[in-house]
């Protein structure tokens, strides 16, 4: 009986080679599943790395970033150049607050409980260019009078300031409203008053409605000793609109 | 200790019958057969031979190396003659038996492999007549854990095989009724030598017993 003993070797030797074959075919599976889960991920991810659009996300991110950084800095310098003229409004204010009329307290009053709406009064123009509300506001000339008058040598940084913000705008092909009342301010602030009424007559031909540049031309042609063409230039305005700014410097002239 | 059930799983005609399935069937459609000329078909192993001896009485069982003289001998009207392993009759014989069975006194029962049967049903005389064909097939994986624990029952042996053993039983001889025979006896004697050499490995039967089986039957490959 030593055919028993044979067919169990050869039960062995099949056992072993049944072992080994799964072993194999595990083998190949998990490497049939590992690169077909490689490839996966590479075909998924092909597309992304040909647009690259993390790198540029990135680039977008540092850049606007710096972007930040850069107005951050500029709103910081112009913060400090804002205090630095709070400063100086402040002492003038309190000096001459006796002469100041019942209006001009009242606005003050009304600057003052506005923390950072407090430079208002005695914003440069520098400030008014960038700030559509400011130049609305309607304090300003008045004050700004005031502070001229009161520092004659930051008058003269002032101007040359003006000097090169009139450059620049002249240099600028496309005029605007805006552009061409920024120079009549801007001229009639360094006392420059015809060529202010220029650019008055320019900003009212592209916005007649506007009484802000009405105002400035009556006050120009005021200082030019043209009380009577600048009443009549008033009565004008305040016969196809209503302006209770303009009624009052009416009024104040006519006096 | 195994020598009785070693003699029932013995590959002979005239052992114990087992009603299968497939067997009633196949039965029941040879007797409801009207057709005087029937053809028993299935592949080798399936148990053609064992069902024509045991459940046919009232017959006369030819074996296929009769020759013509033999078969004029045996001729009656009254009885159902059976040719076993009728394909190694010779292509005269059979066309005699089909003229036999056109006349409708004598009725015959061929059984033969399904290879060659469906070689000699193609021939157009046979197309063109009225014949019986009963196919037997390969019995199931319960029909064969049935069969073997009847058998097992009978020599008083239980709980020698478990189910995933049957199943390996059934996945080396494909339910060929002759294979499962032939398994089962060398699987008790092999465990019959294991068991008088006191190898406690193969007290019971286990996997390595039934692949060592299949290797000397020749159903796996080294």
């Not at chain 1, 002492?91 to 409980?113: G, P, Y």
């Not at chain 1, 400030?127 to 009161?150: A, D, G, L, M, R």
């Not at chain 2, 009485?57 to 003659?81: G, W, Y």
Request: hydrophobic share 35%.
């Amino acid at each position: 009986m030593n055919e028993f003993f044979e067919l169990e070797k050869k039960c062995k030797k099949l056992k072993r080679k049944k072992f080994i074959k799964n072993l194999f075919l595990t083998f190949i599976t998990l490497i049939i599943l590992g690169g077909g889960y490689y490839l996966f991920t590479l075909f998924n991810t092909k597309p992304l790395q040909k647009s690259k659009p993390i790198i540029t996300l990135h680039k977008k991110v540092i850049e606007q970033n710096i972007t930040k950084k850069i107005k951050i800095k500029q709103n910081i310098t112009k913060e400090q150049n804002i205090t630095k003229k709070i400063v100086i409004p402040k002492k003038v204010i309190k000096k001459e607050e006796l002469n100041v009329t019942k209006c001009q307290i009242i606005i003050k009053k009304q600057i003052e409980k506005i923390p950072k709406k407090v430079p208002v009064p005695v914003i440069d123009i520098d400030i008014n260019f960038s700030n559509k509300k400011n130049i609305e506001n309607k304090t300003q000339p008045k004050q700004k009078k005031i502070v001229e008058k009161k520092e004659p040598k930051k008058e003269e940084k002032k101007v040359e300031v003006v000097k090169e913000k009139k450059k620049s705008l002249i240099k600028d092909e496309t005029i605007t409203f805006k552009k061409a009342y920024i120079l009549a301010k801007s001229y009639y602030d360094s006392e420059d008053y015809v060529s202010s009424m220029k650019w008055c007559k320019i900003a009212s031909k592209i916005n007649n409605k506007d009484e802000r540049i009405w105002e400035l031309y009556a006050l120009n042609l005021e200082n030019t000793n043209q009380k009577e063409k600048a009443i009549k230039v008033l009565k004008t305005y305040l016969k196809y609109k209503k302006s209770l700014r303009l009624k009052y410097l009416l009024q104040r002239l006519e006096q | 200790m195994y020598t009785d059930i070693i003699k029932a799983f013995e590959d002979s005609i005239e052992g114990e019958v087992f009603e299968s399935l497939e067997f009633n069937m196949a039965l029941k459609k040879l007797k409801n057969s009207k057709a005087n000329l029937k053809f028993l078909i299935g592949k080798p192993g399936t148990g053609k031979s064992f069902l024509i001896h045991h459940l046919f009485k009232n017959c006369v069982i030819l074996k296929a190396s009769l020759t013509k003289e033999e078969l004029d001998r045996h001729l009656t009207k009254d009885k159902l003659i059976i040719i076993d392993e009728a394909q190694l009759l010779y292509d005269t014989l059979i066309e005699e038996i089909r003229i036999l069975a056109d006349t409708k006194e004598y009725s015959f029962l061929l059984s033969m492999h399904l290879k060659d049967a469906q070689e000699i049903l193609e021939k157009e005389h046979f197309k063109s007549r009225d014949i019986d064909i009963i196919q037997l097939e390969p019995i199931s994986k319960e029909e064969m854990i049935r069969y073997i624990d009847t058998m097992l029952l009978k020599h008083n042996i239980t709980h020698i095989l478990a189910k995933k053993q049957f199943d390996k039983i059934y996945k080396y001889t494909k339910g060929n009724f002759r294979y499962i025979k032939k398994f089962m006896k060398v699987l008790f004697e092999l465990l019959q030598f294991a068991q008088t050499r006191h190898l406690s490995k193969y007290y019971d039967i286990n996997d390595c017993l039934i692949t060592m089986t299949a290797i000397k039957l020749g159903l796996e490959n080294e």
